[in-house]
């Protein structure tokens, strides 16, 4: 076995395998461009993503192993990564390439970074820092062309699976949303639902909602949401839509759809940064300008509340709080979480 690296010596962080094996969100495709250095926090692990010229992305810890500088502090020059102290040049492979202090030499073998597993996917970057345990969640409507879809975001929140319960619960929406998601004078009774697991997590059952700005065309609607949580940090809901006032149907089709694909990056174990696709098959589209409007004041409404949630570090064991039938997603998720070793940001588990 290799010795650890500093990095792992300095902040051991995480050591949740369930965590450690999975993918997490770090930043958009579009953030990153060639010759960026952008620096990034996952799971207490500094690190610096970069775009090769070929269009390649890396995931490396944010670390010379020369003296300890960031690498991130550098720059990008002929397709290589120059540390910002003594200038050690790292390719594509994450190999030093040139000292410049001794240009003649060949650098030693274990002058290397440390690289990391990244993947591009729903215009989002994704790594995984341990030894990946399956793929990336599938996105229903991504390949579905009558779908448009928009990145949004980034979203600060302090409990990545507070934002997650959050996302997969309806009932806040009156008073949290009011005049958006809900009206606060005439709150939403919550029918019974049912909730499942399967192979890909857990699922819920339809909730019906009125919405006096549902979706990015500002037509008040009745929405009737389905849940998914794929991963402890990846969920989706698909919405359907059906205009509320008679008159205006014609705006609108019984196949009309708005999705949600959500992911919460785990800075540390009350730091995390949301980041969502929306895909919508509304005809005429919204543009995305108006989907952003939307989607940027419903998440600053969630943070706002959310982020005054005690304790920061959601209580898995369901005991440390009060819950109702019409929490049943919430509930699911907690225990699901708790049953799959989730222990890192989290309160009471064993």
């Not at 930043?27 to 060639?34: K, L, V």
């Not at 720059?75 to 050690?88: A, I, L, M, S, T």
């Not at 919204?286 to 004041?297: G, T, Y």
Request: charged residues 25%; glycine residues 6%; proline residues 7%.
């Amino acid at each position: 076995m290799s010795a650890p690296s500093i990095v792992d010596l300095e902040s051991p962080g995480c050591t949740d395998a369930v965590l450690l094996g999975d993918w997490h969100v770090v930043a958009t495709s579009a953030e990153i461009g060639y010759g960026d250095l952008h620096a990034t926090t996952l799971l207490e692990r500094d690190l610096v993503l970069w775009r090769d010229r070929e269009g390649e992305m890396h995931a490396w810890d944010d670390l010379c192993v020369h003296r300890g500088a960031r690498l991130s502090k550098g720059f990008v020059k002929d397709n290589r990564v120059v540390c910002p102290y003594h200038g050690w040049n790292y390719d594509g492979e994450a190999k030093c390439v040139f000292m410049p202090a001794a240009p003649s030499e060949k650098p030693m073998k274990k002058a290397r970074a440390i690289p990391h597993h990244v993947q591009e996917k729903y215009g989002l970057v994704w790594v995984c820092i341990g030894t990946p345990a399956h793929d990336i969640p599938s996105f229903p409507e991504w390949d579905d062309h009558s779908y448009k879809k928009v990145v949004c975001g980034p979203y600060r929140f302090r409990s990545g699976y507070r934002a997650v319960e959050n996302f997969i619960d309806a009932s806040h929406f009156p008073f949290v949303h009011a005049g958006v998601n809900g009206v606060i004078d005439d709150p939403d009774p919550i029918a019974p639902y049912e909730v499942y697991e399967d192979d890909q997590g857990i699922y819920s059952t339809e909730v019906r909602v009125t919405q006096p700005y549902g979706d990015p065309r500002g037509i008040p609607v009745i929405a009737y949401y389905a849940y998914r949580v794929f991963r402890p940090l990846v969920a989706y809901f698909k919405k359907r839509v059906v205009i509320a006032d008679p008159a205006r149907a014609h705006e609108g089709d019984e196949a009309d759809r708005f999705c949600t694909f959500l992911t919460a990056q785990p800075v540390d174990q009350t730091t995390s940064i949301v980041r969502i696709c929306c895909a919508m098959n509304f005809d005429p589209a919204p543009s995305d300008e108006d989907v952003r409007r939307r989607q940027d004041l419903v998440y600053a409404q969630d943070s706002a509340i959310v982020d005054t949630q005690r304790p920061e570090r959601i209580p898995v064991e369901l005991r440390y709080e009060l819950h109702h039938r019409s929490d049943l997603m919430g509930q699911k998720y907690r225990s699901w979480l708790k049953s799959a070793g989730v222990t890192y940001g989290a309160f009471g588990s064993l």
